[in-house]
């Protein structure tokens, strides 16, 4: 059974990082895919980063050079450091696995796995 549980999320200032992290336990996949989303307030959520059991890391525009995916397979968590953070940046923060080949392994996926989130605020 997949669960996924979130933390780290906090209240940072304008250009600030952060770091957000997913403790995962994984269903018996041959291969997955592993990503963060967001949910802005007010706005439908919305894909940011996602690493396959390959390795391979994408990102949306938004996030690319300032986001980064991190995949711990020792310690069995997801990690999504986050740099230079904007008010935009504001959101919910969602943590998603689903067993897929890597060439369908994109942020825009779709996932039946959900954790419950964790919050992050950008004040400016």
């Known amino acids: 059974q997949v669960r996924l549980e979130e933390s780290g999320g906090d209240s940072v200032q304008t250009g600030g990082s952060l770091r957000v992290s997913c403790d995962v336990t994984?269903?018996?996949?041959?291969?997955?895919?592993l990503a963060w989303f967001r949910r802005p307030p007010g706005k439908e959520r919305e894909g940011v980063a996602s690493?396959?059991?390959?390795?391979?890391?994408r990102y949306v525009d938004s996030a690319n050079g300032r986001f980064t995916i991190t995949w711990d397979r020792t310690e069995n968590t997801l990690y999504l450091q986050m740099t230079n953070l904007q008010p935009e940046d504001t959101g919910t923060y969602y943590c998603?696995?689903?067993?897929?080949?890597?060439?369908?392994?994109?942020?825009?996926?779709?996932?039946?796995?959900w954790g419950q989130g964790t919050q992050v605020t950008v004040s400016s």
């Open positions: 994984l269903a018996n996949w041959w291969t997955y895919c």
């Open positions: 690493v396959g059991s390959d390795g391979r890391a």
């Open positions: 998603a696995a689903e067993g897929k080949v890597a060439s369908d392994c994109r942020p825009e996926g779709w996932f039946g796995n």
